[in-house]
């Protein structure tokens, strides 16, 4: 079974033993057998294990994972880690990501890192989550609709239960559609368009979410994220 590795394989317990979640387990272990797909396999739950439960101060909800080759010329082999946006030090950073540290830049003239591993967010209590877990190389939205949204809504009304104030980064129409998810009032919940090229100046540039989530964070006697990103 799942073995995250901190306290949210009791806190999702009960999930991985669901049948939504079984019959998910047995697609995967077709895909993986199959396809190449995304990202490895023992990296699928990297968010939640670089951020456990009790760490979380932000989320920021991605839609899935990079999917390399294919269709998409924005999008190389082996970039997806488990973490939302996020590439392994050594891979370019691909556009998206690019355009969330020109806004980071902006917002708080952070330096535009070497390198786009985005890891030194997560365990600082960011939670880098995709609401798809899993993607077949060459074919975005390709584990949609297979179980792994029930899971990724789990976890955001696990964390929604909390009487932690907590900032919900929402970019584009699939992360966007997790808001009615957030009722606790005591959260907040920042909405821009996607970072990717195709949207990033229909409100992604200028929403200034950084230095947002940032004075949210003060405001609540929690300690700010520091969003450099170190070089590699």
């Not at 082999?77 to 488990?82: C, D, L, R, V």
């Amino acid at each position: 079974m799942v073995h995250i590795g901190n306290s949210w394989d009791d806190i999702l317990a009960d999930e991985f033993k669901k049948e939504y979640y079984l019959k998910l387990r047995e697609f995967l272990k077709y895909e993986y057998s199959h396809f190449t797909v995304y990202p490895d396999m023992h990296d699928i739950f990297n968010s939640l294990k670089y951020t456990p439960y009790e760490n979380v101060k932000a989320v920021i909800i991605g839609q899935d994972p990079y999917h390399g080759p294919g269709q998409d010329p924005y999008h190389g082999p082996g970039q997806a880690h488990g973490l939302c946006f996020s590439v392994k030090a050594g891979v370019n950073p691909p556009p998206s990501l690019q355009n969330i540290f020109k806004e980071l830049n902006a917002d708080l003239g952070i330096f535009i890192p070497n390198n786009g591993e985005l890891t030194d967010w997560a365990k600082q209590g960011v939670l880098m989550m995709n609401t798809v877990l899993t993607v077949r190389q060459g074919q975005p939205n390709s584990h949609k609709g297979k179980g792994w949204e029930q899971l990724t809504d789990a976890v955001i009304k696990k964390l929604n239960e909390r009487n932690v104030p907590t900032a919900f980064i929402l970019w584009g129409g699939n992360a966007k559609a997790k808001a009615p998810l957030i009722t606790n009032p005591i959260h907040a919940v920042f909405k821009a368009a996607h970072p990717s090229p195709l949207s990033a100046y229909n409100g992604f540039f200028g929403c200034r979410h950084f230095s947002k989530v940032n004075d949210f964070l003060v405001s609540n006697n929690i300690q700010p994220i520091d969003w450099t990103i170190s070089n590699k």
